[in-house]
């Protein structure tokens, strides 16, 4: 029976900032300020994408589900970083810490299948033009988003049940703003080597394979827009993937660093590396999902005119 108390975990304590109480009304301004961007930011997206007959196409369409992945996975946990920032209320509770794992899990592998499709769709619309009708038709784009919704929910249900079920040992106090899994994993009491390896083959199937559809895309978009003969049809294909590039170097950039290295580095100045890898992480769970809108937004011409559109209808009625 005490092996039992001794193992389970009812709650958890996220320290997140806790070392630098000084700074941690300015994260709070700062983070309260960035979540509500994002909320404008990708709602707006997303109401143009449905309402604007313009964007309703496959990229917009994508668009539009990387708006939603950004909404659901920032809902999951900033509120509850707002909380404890301003409050001191850090404990989460065990299931609380689950649900915020799987979603946190789920969005992140999401977007990464969600980015290499919204790649393969900029390389059949500008090297095979005629054909993007019939290859990206109403009925694969819509199956290309579902598989990516439904393998980034597998492979978080996959990783955020083999956490979770390991022994603590009455060792609850998390050393980030969240319940991420790589932070979680480092207060097991037992062996982690299988989270280890199923990490490894997340890492390449979620990471890897997305990021060489979108290189070996863009090397057959280089190679195609640099034999066309006219300067206009070069700038208009440059600016119709320039957005999508700019998002792919920021997100893969920050989530590589975090989780490339399953294993925690046990150097001297830990702490340093420890704060370090938490304010990556703020930027990569808060940053990133506001500039994404941003970036859409003031790279493309359609998506601009869409939303002076609707606001042009809303002011008038």
């Known amino acids: 029976m005490d092996k039992i108390n001794q193992t389970f975990t009812s709650e958890f304590l996220l320290l997140g900032l806790s070392g630098y109480p000084k700074f941690e009304i300015i ?4 983070i309260s300020v960035m979540y509500l961007v994002i909320l404008i930011g990708n709602g707006v997206l997303i109401i143009a994408s449905i309402f604007d007959s313009r964007l309703h196409t496959p990229m917009y369409f994508f668009l539009g589900n990387l708006s939603f992945l950004d909404i659901c996975y920032t809902s999951s946990s900033v ?25 946190g899990f789920a969005m992140g592998s999401t977007e990464c299948l969600l980015l290499g499709m919204m790649a393969f769709d900029r390389y059949v619309a500008i090297c095979n033009p005629l054909r993007y009708p019939v ?29 979770m079920r390991l022994p603590f040992c009455g060792n609850n106090i998390v050393n980030h703003f969240t319940c991420e899994i790589l932070a979680v994993l480092k207060l097991a009491c037992a062996d982690i080597s299988l989270n280890i390896i199923t990490m490894v083959i997340s890492n390449m199937a979620f990471l890897v394979l997305p990021l060489l559809v979108i290189f070996f895309s863009y090397m057959l978009i280089l190679y195609t827009i640099l034999r066309m003969n006219s300067a206009t049809g070069r700038h208009k294909a440059f ?45 990569y769970g808060v940053v990133t999902p506001m500039l994404n809108p941003i970036i859409y937004s003031l790279r493309n011409k359609d998506v601009k005119a869409a939303v002076k559109y609707l606001l042009n209808r809303k002011l008038i009625k």
Request: hydrophobic share 45%.
């Open 135 to 163: 290859i990206m038709s109403k009925v694969v784009y819509i199956l290309m988003a579902s598989v990516s919704w439904l393998s980034g929910g597998i492979n978080s249900i996959v990783q955020t049940s083999l956490a």
């Open 27 to 30: 994260y709070f301004v700062l």
């Open 79 to 103: 509120p509850s970083t707002l909380v404890s920032l301003i409050s001191k209320k850090r404990n989460i509770s065990f299931s609380g810490c689950t649900v915020q794992m799987f979603i």
């Open 239 to 283: 600016s119709t993937c320039s957005a999508h590039l700019t998002v792919v170097i920021i997100f893969y950039g920050t989530i590589f660093f975090m989780y490339a290295k399953p294993k925690s580095q046990e150097l001297p100045g830990k702490d340093k590396f420890q704060t370090s890898d938490k304010l990556i992480s703020l930027f």
